[in-house]
Structure formats: structure tokens, C-alpha cells
């Protein structure tokens, strides 16, 4: 006894819509995801990320830098002490501001891998 309308062809066929359909979805974020990264104020040709303007990098050199997200880099407040300047964007409303240091110019940030001989 057979059931109608769910022969092996049928079913292959639905399988490869499937597949296509998948695809089709990757491709659509993908592009999505480039393009968004290409029109974002953040990047940088330099290889980094380029958050702030050239003027703000000089102003907050030195300082722990609040900004309202990852997409908007607007400076909300500034201190030496990250935790300071938390405070201070939450104060003014901003619950989730995100925070990170400025350098001073020519300062290098360079993390060194942990060793044995290191800890030792």
C-alpha cells in the first residue's frame, strides 16, 4: 500500500527547495552584514576600529570613554576611573553604556601572552 503524494521524487524535490531556501537565507545576512558594516561609522582603514572623530580621541586621551552602544559614538561621559564614568551615563539615563579606554598618543596597548616562565 502506498501513500499518495509522497513518492521519492516528490520528497527529493522538497528537500532540495529546502536546501535552496537555506541558502538563499545565509547569502540574504551575509550580504546584509557586510553592507552594514561597510556604511558603519566605526570602521576604520587602518585596520582597527575607528570609534571616535580625531577631535574626541584628542579631548578624552587618557580617559575611560562612554558611549550610548556599539552603533552610536556618542560620548556620554569620560573619567580616569572606568567605573566613574559607568556611574555618570547611568546617571543621565544611559543603563547599558559601553565603556572602554582612550590612549594617550603613542601609548601601545600590547597584552603579552601568558607563559610558564612568566607565572613561574
Same mark, same amino acid.
Request: charged share 25%.
Given at each position: 500500500?502506498?501513500?499518495?503524494?509522497?513518492?521519492?521524487?516528490?520528497?527529493?524535490?522538497?528537500?532540495?527547495?529546502?536546501?535552496?531556501?537555506?541558502?538563499?537565507?545565509?547569502?540574504?545576512?551575509?550580504?546584509?552584514?557586510?553592507? =552594514?558594516? *561597510?556604511? !558603519?561609522?566605526?570602521?576604520?582603514?587602518?585596520?582597527?576600529?575607528? &570609534?571616535?572623530?580625531?577631535?574626541?580621541?584628542? $579631548?578624552?586621551?587618557?580617559?575611560?570613554?562612554?558611549?550610548? =552602544?556599539? *552603533?552610536? !559614538?556618542?560620548?556620554?561621559?569620560?573619567?580616569?576611573?572606568?567605573? &566613574?564614568?559607568?556611574?555618570?551615563?547611568?546617571? $543621565?539615563?544611559?543603563?547599558?553604556?559601553?565603556?572602554?579606554?582612550?590612549?594617550?598618543?603613542?601609548?601601545?596597548?600590547?597584552?603579552?601572552?601568558?607563559?610558564?616562565?612568566?607565572?613561574?
Amino acid at each position: 500500500m502506498q501513500n499518495p503524494g509522497y513518492d521519492a521524487w516528490g520528497i527529493c524535490g522538497l528537500i532540495i527547495l529546502a536546501i535552496c531556501l537555506i541558502w538563499l537565507g545565509i547569502n540574504k545576512l551575509r550580504d546584509k552584514f557586510q553592507k =552594514s558594516k *561597510k556604511t !558603519n561609522a566605526c570602521d576604520y582603514e587602518g585596520g582597527g576600529i575607528k &570609534v571616535l572623530s580625531e577631535e574626541d580621541t584628542k $579631548k578624552y586621551a587618557g580617559q575611560n570613554v562612554c558611549t550610548v =552602544s556599539f *552603533k552610536d !559614538n556618542t560620548v556620554v561621559s569620560a573619567h580616569l576611573d572606568a567605573t &566613574v564614568a559607568v556611574k555618570k551615563s547611568r546617571e $543621565k539615563g544611559y543603563l547599558e553604556p559601553v565603556c572602554f579606554y582612550v590612549p594617550m598618543p603613542g601609548e601601545k596597548l600590547i597584552f603579552p601572552e601568558r607563559s610558564e616562565s612568566a607565572t613561574a
